[in-house]
């Protein structure tokens, strides 16, 4: 696609809910990459893929978090358990040329009530 | 590990006046610096990168920043504000181009007065 596309754009979900959000890279971009932004603050590294693997998760706060790329192309990341605190914008990332490149979506807002 | 701290969470200059924003890194290594700006309810769009060569970087929308090793500072310019340049800016750094993650400050909110 034109750009890296991320569903959906907003989710709302009760604490204790299991949440999935999506992002679907530039076609061709062998490198995704997922961060978190809390209110006020600037990104925060979660993990990022080359192909299918997960080449650095070392961002994930703790197990409730986990994400995947089987096919080297969209991925998902899975949220356990929300908590009030996972409340964020998610921003998704991908790159062919590796820092030199991103490119970012838009984000998915996750609010736990 | 590195790290990265912008000074002045807000920032307000009237249209056509100097935008100056401060950016000041820490690394154990050479680094490369990005900015990246974000407007309201988008992701981030990269305005610029230093990886190495030359130390004054030009960027889109006339922005332009200079690497400053003896300061450790990567503070981005634009000679005239406009009104669209309202958003926020995010300066970030990575140690290293193999280690493909990015380290953000805080931000910086910038308003244009017209």
């Known amino acids: 696609g034109a750009g890296v596309s991320q569903t959906p754009s907003n989710k709302v979900t009760e604490k204790g809910k299991y949440v999935e959000l999506r992002c679907d890279p530039i076609?061709?971009?062998?490198?995704l990459y997922w961060y978190r932004q809390s209110l006020g603050q600037g990104p925060e590294f979660l993990i990022y893929?080359?192909?299918?693997?997960?080449?650095?998760d070392s961002g994930l706060p703790n197990d409730r978090f986990f994400a995947v790329r089987p096919e080297g192309s969209v991925s998902t990341l899975k949220i356990q358990r929300t908590e009030r605190g996972d409340s964020a914008v998610y921003l998704c990332?991908?790159?062919?040329?590796?820092?030199?490149?991103?490119?970012f979506g838009s984000g998915t807002r996750l609010t736990v009530v | 590990a590195q790290s990265v701290t912008q000074l002045g969470s807000h920032v307000s200059v009237s249209e056509g006046a100097l935008v100056l924003l401060r950016c000041n890194y820490s690394?154990?290594?050479?680094?490369?610096l990005f900015w990246y700006v974000q407007y309201p309810n988008q992701g981030l769009q990269l305005l610029l990168k230093?990886?190495?060569?030359?130390?004054l970087v030009k960027g889109i929308n006339g922005f332009e920043a200079e690497f400053k090793k003896s300061e450790t500072s990567f503070h981005l310019t634009k000679p005239s504000a406009h009104m669209s340049d309202a958003a926020e800016y995010f300066c970030?750094?990575?140690?290293?181009?193999?280690?493909?993650?990015?380290?953000f400050g805080q931000g910086t909110r910038l308003t244009i007065n017209p």
């Open positions: 990332a991908s790159s062919l040329t590796g820092l030199r490149g991103y490119t």
């Open positions: 076609s061709g971009h062998t490198a």
């Open positions: 893929f080359q192909g299918t693997g997960a080449a650095d």
């Open positions: 690394s154990s290594v050479p680094p490369y």
């Open positions: 230093y990886t190495s060569a030359a130390t």
């Open positions: 970030a750094v990575s140690d290293e181009e193999g280690a493909q993650k990015l380290v």
